[in-house]
């Protein structure tokens, strides 16, 4: 099930009340605003909010982006999905075989749509004009879009179109991570 919505094995134990269990003090704050939303879920959804999750590598901006997801799939299982932006160009394939052609729309009519990692996708004008078109036919939809990133603003603004950013900035709530990476080594 969690399979078919894109999220990945290593974050198959991920959910709202594992999180709030195990969360550690440096992302609290940023952990109980994600709550905050996910408890308003229904009225997010419903008028096409969602959250930018932007912070350094490795404080758990993609765990608690899977935790929201997973809180909607659990009561829907039939919606929302999981995309990490570098596999954007390999699943969405330019010559739109059917299979890219579900996926894809899927991608634009899903109630919850999870951006993993904007920026560390290959950088390729086709992606980029991809992402514009993505983002601006939810923003159309009213459709809720969830964006981690490490990119800072400003780089997020200079990198899109300036109007990706507007409208994300719109719609969504900023969250900022800060500090070291939880990630330690084996
Ligand atoms: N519930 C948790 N409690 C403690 N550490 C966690 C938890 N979930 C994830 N981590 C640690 O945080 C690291 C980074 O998480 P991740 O969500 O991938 O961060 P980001 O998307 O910000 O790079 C993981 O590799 C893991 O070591
Ligand atoms: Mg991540």
Known sequence: MLERRGIYRRFWDVTAESVSRTCPAE???????????????????????????????GTMK???????????????PNQGYFIPMVS?????????????HILEDRIRHTRLLVLDDLGAEYDHAWVAAKIDSIVTERYNRMKSTIVTSNLRRDE????????IFDRLK????????AGKSLRRPV
């Open 170 to 177: 719109s719609t969504n709530k900023l969250i900022t991570f």
């Open 62 to 76: 993609t765990t608690m982006a899977v935790a929201v997801l997973r809180d909607l799939i659990e009561r829907e």
């Open 156 to 163: 997020i603004r200079d990198r899109y179109q300036m109007r």
């Open 27 to 57: 992302c609290r704050q940023q952990w109980l605003e994600v709550c905050e939303y996910i408890k308003d879920m229904d009225y997010n959804l419903s008028v096409g909010k969602g959250l930018m999750l932007i912070g350094p590598v």
């Open 88 to 100: 954007l160009l390999d699943q969405l394939n330019e010559e739109r075989d059917s299979r890219s």
